[in-house]
């Protein structure tokens, strides 16, 4: 059975004092729970703080972005092995907003895969279609065409280290939200295709998350259904309560 991972992403919210409130909160509020991956993935400004307060607790950290090159003349940028060095085990890879913002594609996606994994970190991939290709009817196209070529040149076993995020970029921040029917459809979409790119098996333990507007109402609806593993929060993560509520959630929910 895949175990549930629920990752918070806080974008560009939280200095690096109310990053550390926010966490003290999540451990208080989380440390009984067993079965689901909890991830927090702060500004990088907040990293190291944060790795420090959660080193023995059930929460693990997560970074919002990466570079593809190691070292070198590119100002701005940051590193796995940087990552790593402050205390990261994950990273979110080709989010919408990297690619509708900057400039993210499929090439650049597939490089930042690459080095994550060469840096040891597990890759979030956010793959995902927009309102107007949904109402086309190009969901399925848009999808297969994140996934095929982000995953470029990446072998089985690299593949199973992977997670995958599917956020329909529609429901990303517009309080509209799949319904637990259409996020299965496309979850299962991605499974099937993995089976095909890769095997049946690197296809049953890859793990797929759901993310657009996931909220403590919708999330245990969300997380019955079979092919949904997890979610992927933004504006929910950002509140102690809120965020704790929906992992205890999932919990009850892939327990049974």
Known sequence: MRRPIIAGNWKLNKTIPEAIELVNGLKRNLYKIENVDTIVCPPFTALSSIAEIILSSNIKLGAQDLFWEEKGA????????????????????????????FAETNETVNKKLKAALKAGLTPIVCVGEKLAERESGKTFDVVKDHVVSGFKEIGDADARKCIIAYEPVWAIGTGKTATPEQA???????????????????????????????????????????????????????????????????SEVKAK
Not at 79 to 87: C, E, F, I, R, T
């Open 184 to 250: 299965q459809e496309v979850h299962e979409f991605i499974r099937n295709l993995f089976s095909k790119l890769y095997s049946s098996q690197t296809a049953s333990l890859i793990r797929i998350q759901y993310g657009g507007s996931v909220t403590p109402e919708n999330i245990a609806a969300l997380m019955a259904k079979p092919d949904l593993d997890g979610a992927l929060v933004g504006g929910a993560s950002l509140k102690p309560d809120s965020f704790s509520e929906l992992i205890k959630k999932t």
């Open 74 to 101: 590119f100002t701005g940028e940051v590193s796995g092995p940087m990552l790593k060095d402050a205390g990261c085990s994950f990273v979110i890879i080709g989010h919408s907003e990297r690619r509708q913002y």
